[in-house]
């Protein structure tokens, strides 16, 4: 009964409007490099979290023989801008909770301190710096809405590129998976109410 009213309404009210596309991922930073002949590819992946679209713009590091995570390029326990170039960016149309801390609708950048075990999810406000985690300044750390605990995991295989993607978690969410050499974390994200 309650799907042949919804379809009754829906015929009568009509199509309901596209979402407003998201931004490019062509922020200007301060050092801002073109995206072409970077080592670290730029990519991004669009996704909804309850009614919510949701654009992540990141780069895309790889390995090339070397140790990324626990290594002197990405050491445990030490910020990362979760990528490479320009801070991991997010665009949400709607309010998420991420790894649950409370981020607002609008662009915000995604920073992470990995562990052995647990990775810490830093949900910051500030989009306008460039990725270099010496950049993460006072001023910067000044606009953090939050951080969240999650834990990590082996992958089955190794990857070698930096990879951001998701997968189905409940009616409302996604777990955003970051996957990189032997490491997995799956971060949740919300439909915030």
């Known amino acids: 009964m309650l799907n042949l009213l919804a379809v009754m309404l829906a ?27 970077r080592k670290s590819a730029l990519d991004s992946l ?32 030490t910020l990362w801008r979760t990528g490479a170039n320009e801070p991991t960016t997010v665009f949400s149309s709607g309010p998420l909770t991420v790894a649950g801390v409370k981020a607002p609708a609008g662009a915000w950048s995604l920073y992470t301190v990995p562990g052995k075990t ?8 500030s989009i306008s710096q460039w990725g270099k985690e010496d950049e993460y300044t006072a001023e910067v750390r000044s606009h953090e809405v939050g951080r969240g605990t999650v834990t990590s995991e082996m992958t089955s295989a190794p990857i070698e590129q930096f990879t951001i993607h998701t997968e189905p978690a409940g009616a409302n969410g996604v777990n955003l998976v970051l996957e990189w050499e032997n490491t997995k974390v799956k971060i949740p994200i919300v439909a915030t109410q």
């Open 11 to 37: 015929t009568a009210m009509g199509p309901l409007p596209a979402p407003a596309p998201l931004p490019a991922c062509s922020i200007k930073y301060p050092k801002q490099m073109p995206a072409a002949g």
């Open 46 to 77: 669009t996704f909804m979290v309850g009614g919510s679209q949701v654009k992540i713009c990141y780069g895309r590091p790889a390995a090339r023989g070397r140790t990324m995570i626990g290594g002197a390029d990405v050491p445990y326990d």
């Open 118 to 125: 647990e990775w810490q999810v830093v949900v910051n406000t």
